[in-house]
């Protein structure tokens, strides 16, 4: 089985409308939504959820107001400022903000009057669902919660025991932008990635970061310049960089309005175009292929 990896050294790139597309090519695969700090790939796909699980990651202070005799030991201790004062009935008790609690466990162990718990928080969900191009894991986020790479590394877990399980030949993974820790979670160990990046200063020094990443792990890499017509020597001179890093471009994709009109109708851009970028896109999943059975794009 293998794994290819769509990453941008950051957002807005297009990389969720590549993978789509590709969703729309590969016949053989588990879909998987890594980019869960702003998970977008269900827009185009339209996820049946079949299975729902709740992720559970660190612990959170609760105070049982009842048991509390307020004798303020949690607030003073608390390096977080998380814990609030609340007047009741003329005496003082305490209150954890959820959003800024840590979950250290300080003030669960000073409490004398033991008033405080200490359960697992929940920080998210993910999710096993069916869409109409296979199989998807993906998953969501809570509110200020962290910890995204730990969420990352169960999608891509999940996604590549249900292709096992199915006799699959791919995983095809939507994963974070940037060089952080979520970005690691999903490339590590994984067969290809590939970078999708645009033709602008911003979008060079992304590709240079992410290239460095990819070198340190050692994950072969490929690239692909979307809108590369918007500044023709710039594709030049990211390609030409891509090549002496020992990444491989595998095609570029031209500048189209298919491309926004496809979000905006819920398709993929192959299914909402057959010409035009719809055949760039093409020609660069042919090289991804090649690349990711051994051969040259
Ligand atoms: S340390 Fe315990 S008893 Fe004291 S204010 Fe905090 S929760 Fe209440
Ligand atoms: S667990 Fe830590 S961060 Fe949370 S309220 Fe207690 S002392 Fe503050």
Redesign the pocket.
């Known amino acids: 089985m293998k794994e290819l990896v769509v990453i941008s050294g950051k957002g807005g790139t297009g990389k969720t409308s590549v993978l789509g597309a590709f969703a729309s090519l590969a016949s053989s695969k588990v879909l998987a939504d890594c980019d869960v700090d702003a998970a977008d790939l269900h827009l185009i796909l339209a996820p049946e959820i079949r299975f729902r699980n709740e992720f559970r990651c660190g612990?959170?202070?609760r105070i049982r107001m009842d048991a509390c005799t307020g004798c303020g030991g949690?607030l003073a201790?608390?390096?977080?400022d998380?814990?609030r004062w609340v007047p009741d009935s003329g005496t003082v008790r305490y209150t954890?903000d959820p959003i800024?609690?840590?979950?250290?466990?300080?003030?669960?162990d000073f409490c004398p009057a033991v008033a405080?718990d200490?359960p697992e928080s929940i920080a998210g969900e993910w999710y096993l669902s069916d869409t109409r191009h296979g199989p998807m894991v993906h998953a969501r986020l809570g509110i200020a919660a962290e910890n995204s790479g730990k969420l990352v590394s169960i999608v891509r877990q999940q996604a590549k025991r249900l292709a096992e399980e199915r006799a699959l030949d791919l995983v095809l993974v939507d994963g974070p932008p940037g060089i952080g820790c979520p970005v690691i979670a999903s490339i590590t160990g994984c067969s290809l990635i590939l970078i999708v990046t645009e033709p602008t200063l911003s979008g060079q020094h992304d590709l240079k970061r992410v290239a460095e990443l990819a070198r340190h792990f050692q994950v072969p890499a490929a690239v692909c310049i979307n809108k590369w017509d918007l500044n023709t020597a710039m594709s030049d001179a990211i390609e030409a960089y891509a090549s002496a890093m020992g990444i491989t471009p595998v095609g570029r994709i031209r500048y189209d309005h298919a491309v926004t009109a496809a979000q905006v109708a819920g398709q993929t851009v192959l299914e909402y175009a057959q010409t035009g970028v719809a055949e760039d896109v093409r020609r660069v999943w042919s090289g991804v292929e090649r690349l990711l059975n051994g051969g040259q794009p």
């Open positions: 612990h959170e202070a949690c201790r608390c390096r977080f998380a814990i954890v800024a609690c840590e979950g250290c466990g300080v003030c669960v405080i200490f």
